[in-house]
């Protein structure tokens, strides 16, 4: 059994981070006017990074009325099948991190009651017997929420598989349409605001404080730091972004100088991201810029990708964009892809088609597959039709010809969007061509498809991390127990691996409420399960 342990001896802080659209299902579903409480359950994604660790919904499971064994204002109890659906839905699903969240509709900030402490043990025992012996054992953690009227009203655990205590939630990140938010645990979110500096005063006026603090804030990754890369990050630090990650595996050529913002010639040679890193260090040394040579691909790569909070693709590699758009949906970002170029008739010096395109993906929205970005995986020719009216850009084998204001132009867009997608200045446009040549430019929407492999109903969306499945048991087929089956007596010692566990365990001292419902049941038989497992 794969038990994680804490990493140090303080606290750890989780960051549950879920789309807006998910955000509004479940807070209306806890929180009914019939002022009753409610319990959901969710499949989560994580990252592990050092801090803090955030986990993702990948997929809320909203119990009906009838799922329900008891309901009242102060108490819920789903009901066991119910239950063990979920633990069942887990099991086969390829997250490691359980969610049980449920509603305190009595109060705004809610807490966990003595009630809900003595609770969570038998669930995460639960959990714990239900993957042994269904033959799914794999490291999880299971997270609980409980949350009040207010909206930051919220307390969050994260419990190990042996029942310790393994981090508090303490943040909920929202992302969707209208941008990324932070909801903090009992706290307003204007509270903390930090001085800004006097070389923003001419654009605040236009974004306001809290849409340049709101920029400030978003730690950025520039995916690809050529000629458009090079012009997308003097943008970047022009409009207060303050921690830039730059990835690129190339080294400056001579031909670059021309289409590269901030080169010299003395700059041959060097990688890519060291000059772009030390122009940014000379613009504002404050700025964090964390360079790194490697392509998007690499592990290194992926790693700096991982705490950003937006991504912008600069690459002009089909499997590059792939490889970003996986793991923006996986973990939840936002990501803007960029493109431009110019197109001749072939074999002739005759421009077919110039310009840039912008296509934004968010969580909840249309991945760039849906907006047609690759052209040999799921396009349909109605897409396809759709690009070549709006003079979309094709990649193409040879060397093709460049220009820097073709650069500046889709650079200068695409933080455009950036902005308005940060600060909900105005609604960013999720596909937007510029056609140089003609001087006009075409916004499209297109919708999510539903079967798409990334973002449909059955998407990759907040899966984060690829886990390893340990099929170190064999499997057993599970249904639901008899029901002619007793309950355990509340002094009757529960079968555990190890000494840490047995102090988790229902004792005679008090009697659980778990005990007394029918989730006792169920848990009485997994143990006998188990016990028959250990055996074998
Ligand atoms: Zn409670
Ligand atoms: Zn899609």
Redesign the pocket.
């Known amino acids: 059994m794969v038990v994680m342990t804490r990493r140090n001896e303080e606290r750890p802080k989780a960051r549950l981070v879920m789309k807006d659209t998910d955000l509004e299902k479940l807070r209306s579903y806890l929180l009914q006017v019939d002022r009753k ?1 409610r319990a959901a359950f969710a499949l989560l994604g994580k990252a592990e990074m050092a801090d803090p660790l955030e986990l993702y919904v990948h997929r809320l499971i909203l119990p009906d009325d009838q799922d329900y064994c008891e309901q009242s204002a102060v108490v ?1 109890e789903p009901r066991p099948e119910f239950v063990l659906q979920t633990l069942a839905d887990f099991a086969t699903s390829r997250v490691s991190s359980f969610l049980h969240i ?1 509603s ?1 509709p009595f109060c705004a900030q ?1 807490s ?2 003595s ?2 402490n003595n609770y969570f043990p038998g669930m995460v025992e639960s959990l714990r017997h239900y993957l042994i012996v269904s033959g799914k054992e794999k490291g999880f953690l299971f997270t609980t929420i ?1 949350w009040g009227q207010s909206e930051n009203g919220f307390t969050g655990r994260c419990f190990a598989p042996d029942g310790s205590l393994f981090a508090t939630v303490e943040e909920i990140k929202v992302v969707g349409k209208h941008g990324v938010r932070l909801i903090r645990q009992f706290q307003n979110a204007d509270e903390e605001s930090e001085p800004l500096s006097g070389r923003f005063q001419r654009q605040v006026e236009f974004l306001g404080e809290s849409g340049q603090r709101r920029i400030q804030r978003t730690r950025l990754v520039v995916c690809g730091v050529g000629g458009l890369g090079s012009f997308v990050v003097a943008c970047a630090r022009g409009l207060g972004f303050r921690e830039i990650t730059l990835i690129d595996p190339d080294v400056l050529e001579e031909t670059n100088l021309n289409r590269f913002q901030g080169a010299s010639r003395a700059d041959i040679g060097k990688p890519k991201v060291e000059v772009v890193a030390e122009a940014t260090k000379l613009f504002d040394p404050d700025i964090k810029v964390n360079p790194v040579c490697a392509r998007v691909e690499a592990p290194a790569a992926r790693e700096a990708i991982l705490p950003a909070e937006f991504i912008i693709n600069c690459l002009d590699d089909d499997s590059a964009r792939i490889e970003v758009q996986i793991l923006a949906a996986l973990h939840l970002k936002p990501l803007l892809d960029l493109g431009a170029g110019i197109i001749l008739e072939k074999g002739t010096r005759v421009v077919r088609e110039m310009g840039g395109q912008a296509v934004l993906y968010f969580p909840g929205g249309p991945c760039l597959f849906c907006q047609g970005v690759d052209p040999t995986a799921i396009v349909s020719r109605e897409i396809r039709q759709v690009q070549r009216a709006a003079g979309y850009i094709q990649g193409t084998d040879e060397t093709p010809p460049s220009v820097v204001t073709l650069n500046a132009v889709t650079a200068g867009l695409g933080l455009q969007i950036v902005i308005n997608y940060l600060t909900g200045f105005i609604e960013a446009p999720s596909y937007l061509n510029y056609d140089l040549l003609h001087n006009h430019s075409t916004q499209l929407n297109f919708t999510r498809r539903p079967d798409c492999p990334i973002c449909g109903n059955a998407g990759i969306e907040g899966r984060g991390e690829e886990i390893m499945e340990l099929p170190l048991r064999k499997s057993v087929k599970i249904s639901l127990p008899p029901a002619n089956i007793t309950p355990l007596k509340e002094t009757e010692s529960l079968v555990s691996a190890t000494p840490q566990e047995s102090s988790n365990a229902p004792g005679s001292a008090s009697t659980y409420r778990f005990l007394r419902t029918e989730m006792a049941r169920i848990r009485t038989w997994l143990q006998k399960e188990y016990r028959a497992a250990s055996q074998r």
């Open positions: 409480e819920v449920h305190h809610a966990f009651s009630i809900d409980v």
